[in-house]
Structures are given as C-alpha cells and as structure tokens.
C-alpha cells in the first residue's frame, strides 16, 4: 500500500507536467501527502485545501517547512478574483461535491486556472448499470455524498476543459480493496475497543463489494487541458 501510494503520486505528477516555479492547488488535499510530495520533490509552491479541521492541522503538520499552505475552506471560498493556479489538481474530490454542484465546480476551476493550465482529477463514478447497489454506501459509508456517472461528468466538464486523457484504474482499485480488507480483519483487534463491531461489519462489506472486478463503481484519473474559451 506504501508503494502504490508513492506511485500514484509520482504518476500524479507526471501527469500535471510539473515545472519549477508554477503554482499548484491541490483540491480536497487531506492529510497533506500529494502537497507535500509535490512541494518536497519539486521547486513549486502548494496550496492545499480542506474543510476538515483535524485533516488541516495534520497536513499543516508534515507539510511544515515546505512551501506549502495549508487552507480549512470549502473549494467555493477561493476567489478567483485574488490567485490564480498554473496546475490544479483533485484526488477523490468529485463525490464530495453534491449532486448540484458539478457545473459550478469545473466553473470555478476554470476562472482559477490559468490560460494553457492543467486539470488532473481522480476519482470515483458510478457504472451505468449499478446505482442501485450505492444505496449501502450512500447510506453508511457515504453518508450525504454524491456519486456521478462518467456521462454525467464529462457532460459538463467539456463546456470548460479537454479532455487529455483518461486512466481506467478500476483493476487497481480492486486489487487495492482486496489488500485494505485483509488488513481490516487482520488488525481489527488492535482498535476494536475503539470502534463498534457494527463499524467492523460496514467496512467489511464495503471493502469485499469494492474489491470484486467490474464491481458497483469504476475509479479513473482524467487530465483536462483548459479550452482557450468557455463554451
């Protein structure tokens, strides 16, 4: 797991062409490893973002004597008015959005980016025939979150951005939840005075849904060019 997450982060880079001197925004950052990565291996300034208080003061944590700055706001507050990003990028962001949102989502990241930038967004969609099957999630893991079809995406985002190049990493992601379900249940003991076994039991079942091929939802990372004027 160490592995594919330094790996998804050197490919993260790859593919936003990182240049010394740019400026980057990492959207939804976390606990700060993607900023931190960037900021640590390239001479670049970060600005990450959360609305989670606890993630903020972690990821302010590790990102500390790095050129990085670390912001707790929701992604609406940024004022495209007063900054602008040469690169943006978002790992798992889109679900968290709301269902209404997506248009004025690629809007904004469109007024923040700056002319030739580039857009680089990973995440999760839901596959056509298995809406029906996030009821779970919806429910218990994902409580108040959206999921969207890549139809759905990709409806509004070409008003705004080009599509590059899209990475199916949905094998990955299996093979990803099969190995988060096997340390679920071998290191479950060691915090289960912490957690309900209720809790034990909805991750479990999420993890082995999750880890089947061709399961309820696909993952992907989408590169967007940004078009030289809105539609």
């Not at 990803?176 to 289960?192: G, K, P, Q, V, Y």
Request: charged share 25%.
């Amino acid at each position: 797991m160490e592995d594919s997450q330094r790996h998804k982060m050197e490919l993260t880079a790859e593919k936003l062409q990182i240049k010394a001197g740019i400026r980057v925004l990492d959207l939804g950052c976390g606990f700060g490893g993607l900023s931190r990565h960037l900021a640590k291996n390239f001479d670049i300034e970060v600005v990450g973002i959360t609305n989670s208080s606890s993630m903020a003061a972690y990821a302010g944590n590790v990102c500390r004597e790095l050129p990085v700055e670390i912001r707790e706001i929701d992604w609406r507050e940024i004022c495209e008015k007063e900054e602008t990003f040469d690169r943006i990028v978002g790992i798992e962001i889109l679900f968290h959005i709301g269902s209404h949102n997506l248009e004025a989502f690629y809007k904004k990241l469109f007024n923040l980016l700056k002319p030739e930038g580039i857009l680089v967004l990973q995440d999760f969609s839901v596959r056509k025939d298995s809406a029906h099957n996030l009821n779970f999630l919806q429910k218990f893991v994902f409580p108040g979150h959206y999921m969207y079809s890549l139809a759905q995406i990709f409806e509004i985002s070409e008003k705004y951005f080009g599509l590059e190049e899209y990475l199916d990493m949905s094998r990955d992601m299996a093979i990803f939840f099969r190995e988060a379900l096997h340390l679920l249940r071998r290191n479950w003991d060691t915090i289960s005075d912490k957690y309900d076994e209720r809790v034990f039991q909805i991750y479990e079942i999420f993890f082995a849904a999750a880890s089947v091929d061709e399961g309820m939802f696909s993952a992907g990372q989408m590169v967007f060019q940004k078009l030289r004027k809105s539609l």
